[in-house]
């Protein structure tokens, strides 16, 4: 167990429509990193948020886009839903934005299908 | 081309063989290396970090080629638990976690 709890766990949704994933970090992490992961694919980095500011962005569109929380949980918010954007959507939690190791805690992911 | 390439396999392995993955990167200017685990159907998880000098962790070694620009991860003595995807990791000069496709294992008894 990380300690990194994701919700929800999984969602259908239809084309144009908008989701918001949450996440929640291990106690003691100040950075959390939302990743996309298709079906076969590794994960591919979305954005990362350190101290409640973004502060790393992957080759996303806008229509993606995050917060961090004073608590240091995040919320991934995804706008006009595309077909291709189902996929799970994992969160992970460290220590110290870029200066950190590193290491990822992963969350178990929400899984979204797009119809 | 590619950031990180694996070769996605899938590894067919009977227990207690040795299999070794390798992938490579593009970026020469990468800065930190990893190997993590996924199960099938859950997150990743950490195996290990690679250092330019080589380093081990029971039966798993792991070595950093940076002049080919390429990583390798051997395992010994495979067990059925070490059926698993492994995901190779680089992190960028801008500290971005670059994540490979993965190389399939299965271990059969």
């Known amino acids: 167990e990380t300690g990194v709890t994701q919700s929800p766990t999984h969602l259908i949704k239809t084309r144009g429509q908008q989701v918001t994933l949450r996440c929640s970090s291990q106690?003691?992490?100040?950075?959390v990193s939302w990743y996309q992961q298709a079906l076969g694919q590794g994960p591919q980095f979305i954005f990362q948020?350190?101290?409640?500011?973004?502060?790393g962005r992957g080759n996303f569109p806008p229509r993606f886009s995050g917060l961090q929380f004073p608590n240091y949980s995040s919320e991934l918010n995804v706008n006009a839903l595309e077909l291709d954007d189902s996929a799970l959507y994992l969160c992970?939690?460290?220590?110290?934005?870029?200066?950190?190791?590193?290491?990822?805690?992963f969350g178990e992911g929400s899984r979204l299908t797009v119809l | 081309r590619k950031e990180v390439e694996q070769d996605p396999g899938p590894f067919n392995v009977p227990e207690g063989a040795t299999v070794a993955f390798n992938c490579t990167y593009s970026?020469?200017?990468?800065?930190?290396f990893f190997w993590y685990r996924q199960d099938c159907r859950k997150e990743p998880k950490l195996l290990m970090s690679?250092?330019?000098s080589g380093n081990e962790d029971g039966r798993f070694t792991a070595q950093l080629n940076r002049a080919s620009q390429y990583i390798s991860l051997l395992i010994r003595d495979s067990k059925l638990s070490d059926s698993a995807t492994y995901l190779c990791?680089?992190?960028?000069?801008?500290?971005?976690?670059?994540f490979g496709s993965g190389t399939r294992l299965l271990v059969r008894p």
């Open positions: 992970a939690s460290s220590w110290g934005g870029r200066a950190g190791t590193g290491e990822l805690f």
């Open positions: 106690s003691g992490h100040n950075t």
């Open positions: 948020y350190y101290r409640e500011e973004e502060n």
């Open positions: 970026n020469s200017a990468s800065q930190s």
């Open positions: 690679v250092y330019s």
């Open positions: 990791v680089v992190r960028d000069s801008s500290y971005k976690l670059i």
